[in-house]
């Protein structure tokens, strides 16, 4: 099969255009860092590696444009250099995938939606998307949203595609919004308590006035992170006497609880939260791995859950207070998926099979399972981007 790599724009939607002419699948990629997240693709591929480059950044206004192709790392180390980050903590999915790290580009990134902790604080990647360029399923070139953040009338085309997989255009350029870094950060260790405790902790912090940037909690000894069982984390960032002041107003908040406290300095910190960002405890696991969103109360709930039911779990963690937990099974050849979307739907969530085999993703739903309302507002979405499904035919649905 050949591999098609336009040079610019205009060549991106010409070949959609000739490829919706011969109803010709096309599978869109960057690096290929990402080709193994969702279900298994079966188009031609189309590189968009070519649409490379950063073509706007103001530091001054906090704004960076760069073209899809643009590697992440070359973002980031642009940003650092002015003492700037994206804030969402963009998560590397390499090392969970059995790839490497850093591989990634700005485009598939926001096809996949990759945000990390930080999003307790400071939002998903689609709350930092300020524009995109792209070129439609249809062939058409378009663009949407602009430099600045401002009040709109309209549909908000940004949070459509972010997180959509490709499967509703091909991104060739988009457009962040920046954010200072933080003058220190330090993190908070709570040990000695239970699992549940822990995640109770955790949802204390949450709703206290002293802004934590990251709450995550580990019920497993996990030797990459050299943390103790049940150690709940609490990340603090911003102006170095800010930080000291809310860790000691923290503890005290927590103190009641027991345990024993820990603080880990800004190199250590920083460490834990890459780590974490990256799904390390489940990463360095051999089986497949599901990441599941439900409300923070009910992380731990979902867990209890797949205990009774005796579900072969080989490592988890919990991310945003509860909300995310990441789950690592043994191998199976439907992903345990039945057992652990009855104990998701009990809870209202959604989970998602992040690492598995081709086979096993072809077969099992990847993707949480839509309402009937919700599916075909879905299918009417897409058709009005991709009437002809040219675009990722599969890679969420089967049926389209």
């Avoid at 940003?79 to 850093?102: I, N």
């Avoid at 399923?137 to 490709?166: C, F, H, W």
């Avoid at 993190?187 to 239970?194: D, I, K, Q, R, S």
Wanted: net charge negative.
């Amino acid at each position: 099969m050949t591999r098609l790599a336009p040079r610019d724009e205009a060549e991106l939607a010409e070949a959609i255009r000739a490829a919706n002419a011969d109803d010709r699948p096309l599978t869109l990629t960057g690096f290929g860092s990402k080709t193994r997240l969702g279900r298994p693709a079966t188009g031609e591929e189309l590189s968009l590696a070519a649409l490379e480059g950063v073509t706007l950044y103001e530091p001054e206004e906090l704004v960076l444009s760069a073209r899809a192709g643009t590697p992440l790392a070359k973002i980031e180390a642009l940003l650092e250099a002015h003492d700037q980050h994206l804030a969402f903590e963009p998560m590397d999915y390499g090392p969970l995938l059995g790839l490497g790290s850093g591989e990634g580009s700005i485009g598939g990134l926001v096809a996949v939606g990759g945000g990390g902790p930080r999003r307790v604080k400071a939002g998903a990647l689609r709350d930092h998307l300020l524009g995109f360029r792209c070129v439609t399923g249809r062939g058409e070139i378009v663009k949407s949203g602009g430099r600045v953040m401002k009040n709109v009338t309209g549909y908000d085309l940004s949070k459509l595609v972010a997180g959509s997989y490709g499967t509703l255009a091909a991104l060739t350029e988009v457009t962040f919004k920046a954010l200072p870094r933080p003058e220190t950060e330090q993190t908070l260790l709570l040990t000695g308590l239970g699992e549940e405790a822990g995640a109770a902790a955790l949802r204390q912090a949450s709703g206290s006035p002293y802004e934590p940037s990251g709450l995550a909690l580990l019920p497993e000894l996990a030797a990459p992170l050299l943390l103790a069982v049940n150690a709940a984390a609490i990340r603090l960032e911003g102006p170095t006497i800010s930080v000291a002041r809310r860790l000691d107003d923290l503890r005290a908040l927590l103190a009641e609880r027991g345990g024993a406290f820990e603080t880990l300095a800004q190199a250590e910190s920083a460490a834990l939260w890459r780590a974490l960002r990256d799904a390390a405890p489940v990463a360095g696991q051999p089986g497949q791995a599901w990441r599941v969103s439900v409300a923070p109360s009910d992380g731990y709930a979902l867990v209890a859950a797949l205990r009774e039911a005796e579900a072969p779990l080989l490592a988890h963690f919990y991310d945003w207070a509860g909300g995310l937990v990441w789950l690592c099974f043994e191998p199976a050849p439907e992903a345990h998926a039945a057992l652990l979307r009855t104990a998701v739907g009990r809870l209202g969530g959604h989970a998602t099979l992040i690492r598995a085999s081709a086979e096993v993703r072809a077969a099992v739903d990847v993707f949480q399972p839509q309402a009937r309302a919700l599916a075909a507002l879905t299918r009417r979405v897409k058709e009005s981007f991709d009437p002809a499904h040219i675009l990722e035919r599969g890679r969420l649905r089967a049926e389209f």
